[in-house]
């Protein structure tokens, strides 16, 4: 077990996840600090989707280090890689209280004009940008090793955005002398954060559920696994994930008298490791006379 949690692609690059947390997590509290000293509803907004990344972050960190280290109880025979899933389901919780925080503030500021220090959204927008950029950079190499680190990814080009978002509205503010503008776009980068909450939650809960892997589908995969040679029927066939980036597949191939077993076994893990990626793959081979599976009642 202690091999295959080392192979994992996320820790091959723990160290550009541990950068990037470093650099998020510094200017998280920069951005939050300013955003209550500015009045910026735009700067909160954006400093609530940062925290949901620091913890996104901090959780693919956690589950990297936790995947690496062996299992001494002996219960965890899948190791510990949902951890990550877990850690997910939080900062989905998280966004959506983000998300709902920023909508009530947002609406409580309707009729009032409140005080915007611009120049300071301004120059934490700007810095912002740079971090992001910094971080786009060292995530970039692992993105397309390893799904962990391609999810990180992705919360920083949006937290990209909601640093463009940021300078646009202090730059907007400031030349119309309209707080509306800092409370419309707040709204914009709280409705963003709620879309990919709920995007993001989908695939926690998916993982949960033990549902297919995205893209692949059981009768694609049953019909690919009859077509070995010597395989006559394909049953008990389960296709889940475990983590990001580790799909798990079991299933039965029923052969005929003559087939041989070593050869089918072979073909059949091959087809599933080329054609659908799953480099875990239980397969029982059994003879046509078998008839044990009938007593499966479930």
């Not at 009530?104 to 950029?133: H, K, W």
């Not at 297919?212 to 889940?240: K, Q, S």
């Amino acid at each position: 077990m202690s091999s295959h949690a080392h192979g994992h692609p996320g820790a091959t690059h723990r160290w550009r996840l541990r950068t990037a947390f470093v650099l998020v997590a510094g200017f998280f509290v920069v951005e939050l600090v300013t955003g209550l000293v500015s009045g910026s509803l735009a700067l909160l907004s954006d400093a609530g989707h940062m925290a949901a990344d620091v913890v996104a972050l901090g959780a693919a960190l956690v589950a990297t280090r936790i995947a690496a280290r062996p299992d001494s109880s002996g219960r965890r025979t899948f190791g510990s890689y949902r951890a990550e899933v877990f850690a997910s389901g939080l900062a989905v919780l998280l966004m959506l209280g983000v998300a709902g925080y920023i909508v009530v503030e947002a609406l409580g500021r309707i009729g009032d004009s409140p005080d915007v220090a611009t120049g300071a959204m301004l120059v934490v927008g700007a810095i912002g940008l740079v971090v992001n950029v910094a971080c786009l950079s060292l995530l970039r190499g692992g993105a397309a090793e390893s799904l962990n680190v391609k999810g990180a990814y992705l919360e920083v080009v949006a937290d990209t955005l909601g640093s463009v978002g940021v300078i646009v509205a202090g730059a907007l503010v400031a030349a119309t002398g309209s707080a509306w503008w800092d409370t419309a776009i707040a709204l914009a980068i709280a409705a963003f954060v709620a879309v990919r909450a709920v995007q993001l939650g989908r695939e926690v809960l998916g993982v949960l559920g033990q549902h297919a892997p995205a893209g692949m589908e059981a009768e694609t995969v049953a019909r690919a696994l009859a077509g070995v040679d010597g395989v006559i029927d394909v049953h008990d066939l389960h296709l889940w994930t475990l983590t990001s980036g580790m799909n798990v597949a079991t299933a039965h191939l029923v052969t005929s008298e003559s087939a041989d077993a070593h050869g089918v076994l072979d073909r059949a893990m091959q087809v599933m490791r080329s054609q659908f990626g799953v480099e875990h793959a239980t397969l029982q081979v059994e003879p046509d006379t078998h008839t044990g599976c009938k007593e499966v009642t479930w």
